[in-house]
């Protein structure tokens, strides 16, 4: 049975940035070179599923969600599985990889869920999980958002401070910081980058030139776009905006939340004509995704509301987190800001794992990368069914 090879015939499926009407094999969990498999192996197919026209794409990767369906990822601890319960529930949207994101909390909390979330193979139980985001403590204070102040940090000692605070990095896939607090010599954005952590930027106050020698020392990513960041100034500075199209052909790759609350659709048609490869959408879900609206729940340090389809700390009108899926931040994408369809389903598959540096694996159905994909009407958009690793997680 492990040596079976799988045949998904009469669909179409997403590879080199097209469409094209071709089958898809598998074995051993990832996609295979049907010429091999012919030619010199002189093999078929054992097993052939009839795909009904429909198309096969990447699985969804989220590299920012802080939990979904009343569970914060911030309660993380040895004995919990919240990361099986949210990443199932996630399966019919179809996410196969997800970025577990831990905003600025106590340290008691680092120090409970870091060791904790391992970078682990996804199957039936639990999505891939491909290392933490870390997003905050060290921010800017005018642009915490909902990040609780009292937690916040600087790195006057350095590399030092992200030690101290996260202990190993092991488990770290990227880290959030405001670059002003590593200005001007950028020692921690180097030594996280050396130690194959990336570095975004974000809830910050620097100018585009701070940013812009951030990047040259290793930042790789910009997070949520136009949320917590100075606003474009055509004259004064452009802000982190000026980042999407500057430095020299290197490419920075930007967080999106296209949930239709934290950007309005112009402003994401504007990034996406000004540079459409690096971006990256993101969920930003909190626990309040998939809750009824009145239903509260915790997010870091604070209890949280749905009001008007936002979630938001309770009691106030401070938009905290976002509460819908990638998957429809990708539809809305597609239908409010008019992006097209391959565009869009790149911005949710290769594209993040492009910045997370694991694109020979994930984002795309090349030959060779794991076999996560989801089948799906390329009209309606509606998932049929998802896969990890060359197993149906899910079907409709
Ligand atoms: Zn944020």
């Not at 997403?14 to 469409?19: A, D, G, P, Q, Y």
């Amino acid at each position: 049975m492990e040596d079976t090879v799988t045949q998904f015939s009469n669909c179409f499926i997403l590879r080199n940035h097209e469409i094209l009407k071709e089958d898809l094999f598998i074995r051993h969990g990832k996609i295979l070179n049907p010429e091999s498999l012919f030619y010199d192996e002189r093999r078929q197919a054992e097993l052939k599923i009839d795909c009904q026209g429909l198309l096969i794409c990447p699985g969804l990767i989220d590299i920012q969600i802080n939990g979904g369906f009343g569970i914060d990822f911030a309660k993380i601890s040895a004995d919990s599985n919240l990361l099986e319960e949210v990443t199932q529930k996630l399966f019919p949207y179809g996410v196969t990889s997800i970025c577990p994101t831990i905003v600025t909390s106590p340290k008691r909390v680092y120090d409970q869920v870091i060791p904790n979330v391992k970078k682990s193979k996804g199957g039936k139980n639990c999505a891939n999980i491909l290392g933490l985001h870390l997003e905050g403590p060290f921010i800017a204070k005018a642009k915490k958002g909902a990040h609780p102040e009292n937690c916040l940090k600087d790195l006057s000692n350095g590399f030092q401070d992200i030690l101290d605070l996260y202990g190993s990095l092991e488990n770290v896939a990227i880290i959030t910081l405001a670059p002003e607090l590593d200005y001007p010599h950028f020692p921690v954005i180097r030594e996280c980058t050396k130690q194959g952590v990336i570095i975004a930027l974000g809830h910050s106050e620097a100018t585009l030139e701070i940013a812009e020698a951030a990047v040259r020392s290793g930042a790789a990513m910009v997070t949520h776009l136009f949320n917590a960041m100075n606003g474009f100034h055509h004259r004064a500075d452009p802000g982190f905006l000026g980042l999407l199209d500057s430095i020299e052909h290197q490419s920075v790759f930007y967080g999106l939340i296209s949930d239709g609350i934290h950007a309005n659709s112009q402003a994401l048609k504007l990034a996406y004509r000004t540079n459409k490869k690096g971006m990256v959408l993101v969920s930003d879900a909190i626990s309040a995704m998939g809750l009824k609206p009145g239903e509260k729940c915790w997010y870091g340090q604070h209890e949280i509301e749905l009001k008007d389809s936002k979630a938001v700390i309770a009691g106030t009108d401070i938009l905290c987190g976002a509460s819908t899926s990638v998957y429809h931040c990708m539809k809305n994408l597609i239908e409010s800001a008019k992006v097209n369809l391959i565009d869009a389903l790149e911005a949710a598959t290769l594209h993040p794992a492009q910045a997370l540096g694991i694109a020979d694996s994930k984002g795309t159905l090349d030959f060779g990368a794991d076999a996560d994909f989801v089948l799906l009407n390329s009209e309606t958009l509606e998932i049929r069914s998802t896969w990890i690793h060359g197993e149906c997680v899910y079907k409709k």
